[in-house]
C-alpha cells in the first residue's frame, strides 16, 4: 500500500509557470507506474501525464503535451509535474495517482492509491 500526498500548486498567470508534487509513503514505491490526474468544476476528472516505474517512459495527453513535464526520483518517493505556459483551462484540481503496473495507464480507474490533490489556478 501507498500513501500519496500533493504540495505545491496554488496560481500563476497565464504563460507562466508552476510546478506539484507528491510524495509517497512506503519502500516499494519504485514498483508503481505513477499518473497526474486534473479535475476541473463541472468536468470529469482527466489524464494529464504518467511515468514508468524507473522513469524511463512518459506519457501526456495532447492537451499538454510540450508544455508539461513529469519526473520522479525513487530515491526520494517524489513525482513532480512541472508546468509551464499555462493556460486558464489548466485550472484544476491536480491529483496523483499510483499503481502497481510495467506501463502507464491513462484511465483513472487502472490507479489503486490517490492523494488529496492540490488546486491550481491559472488567470488571465
Known amino acids: 500500500q501507498v500513501q500519496l500526498v500533493e504540495s505545491g500548486g496554488g496560481l500563476a498567470q497565464v504563460g507562466g509557470s508552476l510546478s506539484v508534487s507528491c510524495a509517497a509513503s512506503?519502500?516499494?514505491?519504485?514498483?508503481?507506474?505513477m499518473g497526474w490526474f486534473r479535475q476541473a468544476p463541472g468536468k470529469e476528472r482527466e489524464f494529464v501525464a504518467g511515468i514508468s516505474r524507473s522513469g524511463s517512459s512518459t506519457s501526456y495527453s495532447d492537451s499538454v503535451k510540450g508544455r508539461f513535464t513529469i519526473s520522479r526520483d525513487n530515491a526520494k518517493n517524489m513525482v513532480y509535474l512541472r508546468m509551464s505556459n499555462l493556460k486558464p483551462e489548466d485550472t484544476a484540481v491536480y491529483s496523483c495517482?499510483?499503481?502497481?503496473?510495467?506501463?502507464?495507464?491513462?484511465?483513472?480507474?487502472?490507479?489503486?492509491?490517490w492523494g488529496q490533490g492540490t488546486q491550481v489556478t491559472v488567470s488571465s
Open positions: 495517482a499510483a499503481t502497481i503496473s510495467l506501463v502507464i495507464f491513462t484511465t483513472d480507474s487502472s490507479y489503486d492509491y
Open positions: 512506503g519502500r516499494t514505491f519504485s514498483r508503481y507506474a
